[in-house]
């Protein structure tokens, strides 16, 4: 360790002791087990280059010597020291590009009798290009390929230094030795080795290479690491692990690329065992003023801290976090990471105002759900120091981005909508967090949100607001909700202060990914509720087709509600009423709309098609297409009666399509055949809001495994179509120009009891909406 460093850490340690005991203590223990000195370089005086990409001259060329030669002046300039090699440029972060002094290079032409190389350095900082003296090697010696373009790369660069008297160290080279020069025949055989090879031909291929080369040693390692199992991890290292005869490097890359599997499979403490065996590795090749050597003590350190032992992992992610100071390397996405670690470490330590300043400087490098959590961590380090201010500013922002990509039922959405009504309360708007906090419990009517911690701390922060307010009977009514639903372990008494229930800071690597334009776990198990819950086949017709008059007649209301511009509506209403019609006057009496209703029994014997009809009714401008089995089809044409069928077709607004309810949009709906009522146009869908209604239909009748697949798809082939989709009682919104479903409401009961006839919505209401998803806004 340098005296640079020990002086941060002990001025750290320091502030440390007063701040808090055991964080001292820790660093002070870390500080003395460190036994191995280790001396980073000045990165004024070392110089950072990478391998860039090789040019041809003249028409012939041979691909597989380049790529060859490529892999293998890779692999012996990631043994240099004295300089930083930061890889080949063309598989560099922008952040290591953005960090390169030099780039290597060079002109490769084909003669009739061997091979010319003209090294080139393209200097980043100078912005010139030095090209060096042109070197030949016959066809039958190009074995030595490898050693020829590195010394002419290396010493090109020894000489610009030199020439410009630039205030850097020549690295300490590590020149191929002659002794292991590849035979003509030996290059051309290795040269067939492709990484994209299937593993088995790979494998074929290495049996068959048998010749001293440390390189060869290498890709056969790294074939024995591709099979990932904990087997061939053990075996691959007991024959590497502390076995001279394999370069420090060698063995390195074997110790991390195990840690970083373990570390993917959550097994850390295996992680730990594997990345402290690489770091004494990189120690070894005297290679530690590196990024790689930054890689792995921030592996060390976030394995540590996910393995719970948060003290010890204080060193490794401090060390971490300035060597990627010292090597310009902030902005790159291993130090991004490290830092998020790093701060949720020092808020987990006692350090809030440490953790914000080192959080707040990585916000705008995560997109997407990672960058919402970040935000949530974020907001609730503001929130505990009482920056409400910038906690509300920050949870507005996020809000923005939930909305935009339609995460508002994700887990880390609602923990932040919970943080959210906290930090309005704090700021003065006690009723507006009363409101989002209902919100929040009365979710549990829509999905299973109960079992969710957030749904807890709701209640929880309810009975707060209710105890502040002086309303026993209130508050008492909510905590025992509370108590119910919550584990034993956690119950939190009830302060008598305003004191909330927010919950922990989330660390990465402790959620779930969301696959794109997928459901999140809440829509998911809600969706999947309703899914493969009957065999269709294996019913009689007249089951098939059983429905009855006014059974989805909360359908009409919801709709009604929408488009009538004389309705009082609630701001998430008038949210959605905005977000699926724009201007309500394109839309009167259902004009602009086309309704698709899934599986209408069209071969009920007395109602056919009768929810259908109530909907072009009711709406006479809106185009109703009866999408329903081409069996089913069938049968209305040849058993349902003539004066029933006329009953139907008198409404002009009706269309009949004849296709399967989960096939391929896109095919289904161009095909002039599906279409029963030839003498009426297809419905135009360019500029039109969809609605699509699945109500005892592919809803109940097919698997999860059709139906998402089938709501991708309709999302993907109706993108530019703001969708409203009632599937069973859910109601689902796709925004126009997005691709993704979410779940923002249902209906009542009434209707769905599949086994008997009800038109009963048991004290429900005809519908309800979560206001948090389709309003951006939370002033409810």
């Known amino acids: 360790m340098s005296r640079f460093q020990k002086n941060t850490l002990l001025t750290f340690s320091l ?37 860039g990409d090789f040019e041809i001259s003249g028409k012939e060329s041979d691909p597989k010597t380049l790529h060859l030669l490529s892999e293998l002046i890779d692999f012996e300039f990631q043994k240099v020291t004295g300089g930083v090699y930061l890889g080949k440029e063309n598989s560099l972060t922008l952040a290591k590009k953005l960090r390169s002094n030099f780039v290597f290079t060079g002109v490769f032409e084909w003669k009739e009798k061997g091979i010319e190389f003209i090294p080139k350095l393209k200097s980043l900082e100078l912005k010139s290009t030095y090209t060096g003296k042109s070197v030949f090697l016959p066809y039958e010696e190009r074995g030595k390929l490898v050693s020829l373009v590195y010394r002419s790369l290396s010493h090109l660069l020894d000489e610009t230094i030199r020439l410009h008297r630039l205030m850097k160290r020549t690295p300490e080279w590590k020149f191929p030795s002659e002794v292991v020069f590849l035979s003509e025949s030996e290059f051309v055989r290795l040269s067939e080795y492709d990484p994209k090879l299937s593993l088995e031909e790979k494998n074929v291929l290495l049996k068959s290479l048998e010749f001293p080369s440390e390189y060869l040693q290498f890709i056969k390692i790294g074939l024995s690491l591709e099979k990932r199992t904990e087997e061939s991890f053990k075996e691959t290292w007991r024959n590497v692990g502390g076995n001279l005869n394999f370069s420090a490097y060698t063995r390195f890359y074997v110790a991390k690329t195990i840690a970083d599997y373990y570390f993917t499979k959550k097994e850390f403490s295996k992680t730990i065992e594997y990345a402290n065996a690489a770091k004494k590795e990189r120690e070894l090749l005297k290679s530690v003023f590196h990024s790689d050597y930054a890689d792995t003590l921030s592996l060390l350190g976030k394995a540590l801290v996910l393995d719970g032992k948060k003290e010890e992992a204080v060193y490794y992610l401090t060390s971490a976090r300035k060597l990627y100071d010292t090597l310009g390397l902030l902005s790159d996405p291993n130090s991004v990471e490290n830092s998020y670690f790093y701060g949720l470490l020092l808020y987990d330590l006692s350090q809030a105002e440490l953790a914000s300043y080192e959080l707040s400087s990585i916000r705008n490098k995560y997109k997407g759900i990672d960058s919402l959590y970040l935000d949530f961590n974020l907001a609730k380090v503001y929130y505990d120091l009482g920056r409400y201010d910038a906690a509300l500013s920050l949870l507005q922002d996020q809000r923005k981005v939930i909305m935009d990509e339609s995460y508002a039922n994700h887990d880390i959405a609602l923990y932040s909508y919970n943080l959210y009504a906290a930090t309005l309360y704090k700021s003065g708007k006690w009723s507006v967090a009363n409101s989002v906090w209902e919100a929040l419990v009365s979710a549990k009517s829509i999905y299973g949100i109960e079992e969710k911690p957030y749904h807890r701390f709701a209640l929880y922060n309810l009975a707060v607001l209710s105890k502040l307010r002086n309303n026993p009977e209130q508050t008492e009514t909510y905590y025992k909700q509370y108590v119910r639903l919550s584990p034993y372990g956690q119950i939190v008494d009830l302060p008598t202060t305003d004191r909330f229930e927010i919950g922990k800071t989330i660390y990465p690597y402790t959620w779930e990914t969301l696959n794109p334009n997928s459901f999140t776990e809440l829509e998911e198990k809600t969706i999947r509720s309703y899914t493969g819950r009957y065999l269709f086949n294996s019913q009689d017709e007249e089951i098939r087709a059983r429905t009855y008059e006014n059974r989805l007649e909360d359908t009409n209301l919801f709709l009604d509600d929408l488009l009538n511009a004389k309705a009082f ?18 839309f009167d009496k259902g004009n602009q709309i086309v309704f698709f209703d899934i599986g209408p029994a069209l071969n009920h014997p007395e109602y056919p098609g009768v929810t259908s009809l109530a909907v072009a009714k009711h709406f006479s401008g809106m185009e109703v297409v009866l999408w329903e089995l081409p069996g089913e089809v069938d049968l209305f044409l040849k058993k349902v009666k003539p004066e029933l069928k006329d009953r139907l077709y008198a409404f002009p607004n009706i269309r009949i399509l004849s296709a399967d309810g989960v096939g391929e949009f896109q095919t289904v709906y161009s095909n002039p055949n599906n279409w029963i009522l030839r003498n009426r146009p297809v419905p135009n869908l360019k500029g039109k809001t969809i609605i699509i209604r699945a109500a005892n239909s592919i809803d109940i009748y097919e698997p999860y495994t059709k139906i998402l697949p089938h709501f991708q798809n309709i999302g993907k082939e109706l993108k530019n179509n703001p969708i409203l989709y009632f599937f069973n009682r859910s109601i689902l919104l796709k925004p126009a120009g997005s691709e993704k479903f979410i779940l923002i409401g249902n209906q009542s009961i009434r209707g769905f009891h599949h086994n008997f006839q009800s038109l009963d919505r048991n004290g429900e209401p005809p519908y309800s909406i979560l206001p948090f998803t389709v309003c951006e806004e939370v002033n409810l």
């Open 569 to 586: 509506l609630s701001k998430p209403m008038s949210a959605l009423r905005k977000t699926l019609f724009g201007d309500l006057k394109r």
């Open 15 to 51: 502030l440390a002791f007063v701040a808090y005991a055991p964080l001292y203590y820790s660093i002070r223990n870390a500080i003395q087990k460190e036994a191995l000195p280790v001396t980073y370089e000045s990165a004024e005086t070392v110089s950072f280059f990478s391998l």
